[in-house]
């Protein structure tokens, strides 16, 4: 019922644009997270002094814009109705390599890890598109794929590749301007064509619509295996870039990194208002999401001395009165 | 205003849960240490390596009472090592009288661990005691603590950096020791010959490599009768110690030793032992750790030998940073020496296992 007609509804978008109703019922959707978010920065410049510093909220913008390149993919893919496992792994996977490869040059510790990461996107898209598997077989199998191939590049994790400082990607990636590091920009820059591709263009409407009802969707002749196949090569690109950056960062391709990293990103996107069923969902959410995650795990330290179980449970709270926040207005609105 | 007001007493609400929580752990704190009198001792003297002292690496003089200190731990307090490195951390602050102690915990996350210490240095600390989860990649916050003049000792892990330049000392077991001593207790065990299996700790991890490599590299020289027939990675988890051991039971019967990284894969072990009826002392285990659990398996047999990896940080780590901020002059590594259980001391030193 709800599938056909969030179709609907994506139908209409594309032939008329979103009307009134549409365009409050997405406000509420996006606004859930975000009013958290205001209320919560709100609450730590009161309480903390510590809180609204410069470097403190550029330490969280920092911190976040990794998750929020690799969740700016995840939420194309989420929306198409699939999910992506892979990203935790990909992510150190695209860290590792992007530190292996800096003897050839600033320009292949880049590229590589794009290349390489973006051609497991593509086999996981076909996978998915083509052969029609569940996507959380095969990114669950890419999770386990990516790690096995970051452990046999670097010896087991024995051996992890250092970055060199004066390297134009280290500078890149620790680089910064009034007090907001480089990676933040380059992040904002992707969420604005990210936002761009998903609104505006025919691209992002058969995202819209293979989420909303794949049926429907090829019905209407929607591009459906290269829609699907383009949402996990972007993801995997996203997290290559992001963990590449990242090691361009900490100056060394850490091998430890992004486990459990998935689950981050995914109850990033979901926060920010995306339906894991798919159909619905936008990338400002997620930003709203993602920033969400990085202020509570700061406001947490700001208190200082919760045990770290108790941490976990703090923040698994705060999650869960978001989503119940979010999803109550979101019903109250389809209800009327 | 009616918002600022609900704010402030969620506010409100919110540091009484943690005040709670503070002091629950404080009481269970204070309890570990009266049974754990076994303190760290440095093993080291301090005129055989290169020291440190204020002057040289530019630190700023401050009273550690009434300073900022902040305490990065790496993984969530869940594992009887972490457990006790905290709290002897906090409670040796407590008896310092230091005021003003932050502690994070990156939860086994290292762009967490990272971004905690970077908002340690935020939240104006003046010294920094760090629980590294990984030796690379701690460039961003070496560079803002270089910039702020922050000294830093890492404790337990080394950071791949340079000391009295990037950080202060490093204070900590040597695991490739360690590992030569598991390797004695294991010739001793087997009366050097036989078959021997490891379980290896997680993967790309420093103390795996060197606990691994500290007990290959004694076998070969001392008791080239033994051969390493089997290992397997258990990730320093009890339960996939027990796994791996119960394939191991199955895939190679003929091992008479088993080399267990970490206590709690030994103490996987075990039981995947008595799970396949096999009796104590049937395969000879060694570990590394000392726990409490795991010392206590000696007396009956299951458990040969532990080599210990004592977490008890607090008092030298203080005791380091005091004498640093006093203008003394304090080695920049601090090699702790750590004891071993076997049959001979388990019964009378339990009590002092963490």
């Not at chain 1, 926040?325 to 019903?331: A, D, G, I, N, P």
């Not at chain 2, 000391?163 to 020791?177: M, N």
């Amino acid at each position: 019922m709800t599938e056909s007609m969030t179709a609907t509804a994506a139908v209409t978008e594309a032939a008329a644009g979103p009307t009134g109703r549409e365009r409050a019922f997405g406000l509420i959707q996006r606004h859930g997270a975000a009013a958290v978010l205001v209320l919560l920065v709100a609450i730590g410049s009161f309480a903390f002094d510590r809180f609204p510093t410069g470097a403190n909220l550029g330490n969280i913008a920092i911190t976040s814009s990794f998750l929020a390149m690799v969740a700016l993919g995840m939420t194309f893919v989420i929306i198409t109705g699939g999910i992506d496992l892979s990203v935790g792994s990909v992510f150190a996977l695209g860290g590792v390599l992007a530190a292996y490869a800096v003897r050839w040059g600033s320009l292949a510790a880049l590229l590589l890890p794009l290349a390489v990461c973006g051609a497991f996107g593509l086999v996981q898209g076909l996978l998915i598109a083509r052969v029609r598997l569940a996507p959380f077989i095969v990114t669950l199998a890419g999770l386990l794929g990516a790690r096995g191939l970051l452990l046999s590049i670097s010896n087991e994790g024995a051996t992890t590749y250092l970055i060199p400082r004066g390297a134009v990607i280290a500078r890149v990636g620790q680089g910064s301007l009034f007090g907001v590091g480089y990676p933040v920009y380059l992040t904002l820059a992707l969420f604005v064509v990210g936002a761009v591709l998903l609104q505006r263009t025919r691209f992002g409407q058969s995202v819209y619509a293979i989420g909303g009802s794949e049926d429907a969707a090829e019905l209407m002749g929607v591009p459906l295996t290269r829609t699907k196949v383009a949402v996990y090569v972007m993801s995997g690109l996203l997290a290559g870039l992001a963990g590449a950056l990242n090691a361009a960062r900490l100056s060394s391709g850490v091998t430890i990194l992004g486990t459990g990293m998935e689950l981050d990103v995914i109850a990033a996107v979901v926060i920010g208002g995306t339906l894991l069923t798919g159909g619905a969902g936008s990338v400002s959410g997620t930003v709203a999401g993602v920033l969400l995650l990085g202020v509570i795990q700061n406001l947490i330290n700001q208190i200082g001395d919760l045990s770290s179980s108790y941490q976990q449970v703090v923040s698994g709270a705060f999650l869960a009165a978001v989503v119940v926040v979010q999803t109550y207005l979101s019903r109250v609105q389809r209800l009327r | 205003m009616t918002h600022r007001v609900r704010a402030a007493a969620f506010v409100a609400l919110l540091t009484l849960a943690a005040a709670g929580c503070a002091k629950s752990e404080d009481d269970k704190q204070a309890g570990a240490q009266d049974t754990a009198g076994q303190q760290q001792v440095a093993q080291t003297p301090a005129g055989n390596v290169p020291t440190c002292t204020i002057d040289k690496f530019g630190a700023h003089k401050f009273d550690l009472k009434s300073g900022v200190v902040g305490f990065s731990q790496s993984e969530k307090e869940a594992n009887p090592f972490r457990i006790a490195e905290t709290a002897s951390i906090k409670s040796e602050a407590k008896k310092l009288g230091i005021a003003n102690l932050k502690t994070t915990n990156g939860q086994s996350q290292f762009n967490k661990q990272i971004s905690d210490v970077q908002q340690l240095i935020a939240q104006g600390a003046q010294a920094l005691v760090i629980a590294p989860l990984n030796s690379d990649g701690w460039e961003p916050v070496l560079q803002q603590a270089a910039a702020k003049h922050i000294p830093i000792i890492t404790v337990d892990r080394q950071i791949n950096a340079t000391a009295c330049k990037d950080y202060v000392t490093f204070i900590g077991s040597d695991f490739y020791t360690q590992g030569k001593r598991a390797a004695d207790q294991m010739i001793k065990a087997l009366g050097g010959k036989g078959k021997v299996a490891i379980l290896l700790g997680a993967s790309g991890n420093n103390v795996t490599t060197d606990r691994t490599n500290g007990f290959k590299d004694e076998l070969k020289q001392k008791a080239p009768g033994i051969q390493i027939t089997f290992q397997q990675t258990g990730d320093f988890a009890r339960e996939k110690g027990q796994q791996v051991t119960e394939q191991l039971i199955q895939s190679n019967p003929d091992v008479g030793g088993l080399y267990a990284e970490n206590d709690e894969m030994a103490l996987g072990a075990v039981t995947a032992l008595k799970g396949a009826g096999k009796k104590a002392g049937q395969i000879k285990i060694v570990s590394v750790d000392g726990t409490r659990n795991a010392v206590s398996q000696i007396p009956g047999g299951w458990i040969s030998a532990v080599i210990e990896s004592n977490p008890r940080f607090g008092p030298l780590a203080f005791q380091t940073l005091t004498n640093f901020l006093n203008g003394e002059a304090i080695p920049q590594k601090v090699i702790i020496s750590d004891r071993e259980y076997d049959a001979s001391n388990a019964k009378q030193s339990v009590s002092s296992a963490y």
